[in-house]
């Protein structure tokens, strides 16, 4: 199976998603194509296969291992972040060009019954329903109100395998603590832009 051939020199991003892909799906027929969509995805300019990747984009959940969060339970201020977190996240892939976003509603409730970081890979089974080729999810842990970690999970809808995972530490439970913070994720590691390496 061929590599990917960066833009430039700087290619440090498109070998670590061959080397992922390599790993997890060496023995699948699917393999090939995708390797070679996400080749052109991070290579420029991008080719209109790698725009139209489709991606489901799943509503974030909390872990919560404060002891806050032990003693009072969740907070309606951290439930309605992790609304909005899931629709910046969208918005963001959406206005990259990168990957097609598909809209979640037809199974958000049925998604939101379930524990989507231990479901044995059921985010898969909902993104497929919605004809996407990947499916993303998230979790902002808590560990006090001050340290908090913000962690995104992209998973093969064909074959449930986990693609990539990638964590950011935040300072803060803020509004903008937590926007700033994914923002920085998806900029530096998820969707850097051309030829500039993840940082």
Known sequence: MGGCRAASGRDIYPRMWEKIIRHHLMK?????????????????????????L??????????DTS???????????????????GDQLRALVTSSGKLEV???APVRAEAHKASLQACGGCDADFAQKLGAELSITGTVQKVSNLILNINLYVRVVAT????????????????????????????????????RDPQ
């Not at 489709?54 to 872990?63: H, K, M, S, T, W």
């Not at 986990?162 to 590691?189: C, F, H, Q």
Request: glycine residues 6%.
């Open 28 to 52: 699948e027929r699917f393999a090939r194509a995708l390797l070679g969509i996400f080749c052109a995805l991070m290579a420029s300019p991008l080719s209109a296969q790698a725009r139209g």
């Open 160 to 195: 449930k395998a986990p693609l990539v995972a990638m964590s950011v530490d935040i300072r803060g439970n803020t509004d903008e603590s937590w926007s700033r913070g994914l923002e920085y994720l998806v900029r530096t590691r998820f969707l850097p832009p051309e030829n």
């Open 67 to 85: 002891l806050e969060g032990a003693t009072n339970g969740p907070r309606a201020d951290e439930t309605a972040r992790l609304v909005r977190l």
């Open 102 to 104: 598909i809209d979640i």
């Open 54 to 63: 489709r991606v489901a984009i799943f509503d974030f959940e909390l872990i």
